[in-house]
């Protein structure tokens, strides 16, 4: 099992919709970092957080450190928003090097449709 | 001004070659990573490196080797390329060497290996 699980995998929405992507993971964290993978293959860091809530645009981005949880908004979507989400933690491991590494969701498609 | 660059952008090449994938950053962050993105589009750290540590993902074949011939550059050197290793490679950058930085991607090289 992955430390970092996302659902839906495939999420397929109307022009104006609001979409939720989930995002929970298993280990202690000291960031989370939510990426979007446009359909071309570049990959643009939307947020990266620690607690509570950040707002960019039509997009928000939510944590709940007790839960392991996070959540990425988008508020109107639109067409040009389709492109795969990846969320990625930063593991808090004190006793290892790996800690200053990410580990990624497999992402979520999404598409919006006109 | 691109702020992380990656040359080249498609690489398609025999089983058992050497290759390399150049990555330049413009900056200043003092850390330069290397992810492999598979068919499945999961994205895995291969490499973290600033100017006093290497930290290797211990799945990495040793076949694959990063260089840095300066703080802006982080260059990965792979031996005897296997069918496996197609994939796309991503390289990024942030500020810092741990803690929650955002990361700075690369536009990504698509490797082939036939």
């Known amino acids: 099992k992955n430390e970092v699980e996302q659902s839906p995998q495939n999420l397929t929405a109307q022009e104006g919709e609001f979409i939720t992507i989930n995002c929970s993971y298993s280990v202690g964290i000291s960031a989370l970092h939510w990426l979007q993978q446009h359909p071309g293959g570049g990959i643009v860091s939307l947020f990266m957080l620690s607690s509570g809530k950040k707002k960019h645009g039509r997009l928000i981005a939510t944590i709940n450190i007790q839960e392991k949880h996070s959540s990425l908004h988008i508020t109107a979507s639109h067409p040009r928003d389709s492109a795969v989400y990846i969320c990625a933690v930063r593991r808090l491991l004190i006793s290892s090097g790996s800690a200053r590494q990410l580990t990624f969701g497999s992402g979520t498609q999404l598409t919006v449709l006109p | 001004d691109t702020a992380v660059s990656q040359t080249p952008k498609y690489l398609v090449t025999q089983m058992g070659n050497d290759k390399s994938i150049k990555c330049e950053q413009n900056?200043?962050?003092?850390?330069m990573y290397w992810y492999k993105q598979d068919s499945k589009k999961f994205l895995k750290i291969m490499f973290s490196y600033n100017n006093k540590e290497l930290i290797i993902n211990e799945t990495v074949p040793n076949r694959f080797s990063p260089k840095s011939p300066d703080k802006a550059h982080l260059n990965l050197h792979i031996n005897s390329l296997e069918l496996g290793d197609s994939a796309v490679y991503f390289c990024a950058s942030s500020q810092g060497t741990g803690g929650g930085e955002t990361q700075y991607f690369g536009p990504g090289t698509r490797l082939l290996v036939l």
């Open positions: 900056l200043g962050h003092d850390t």
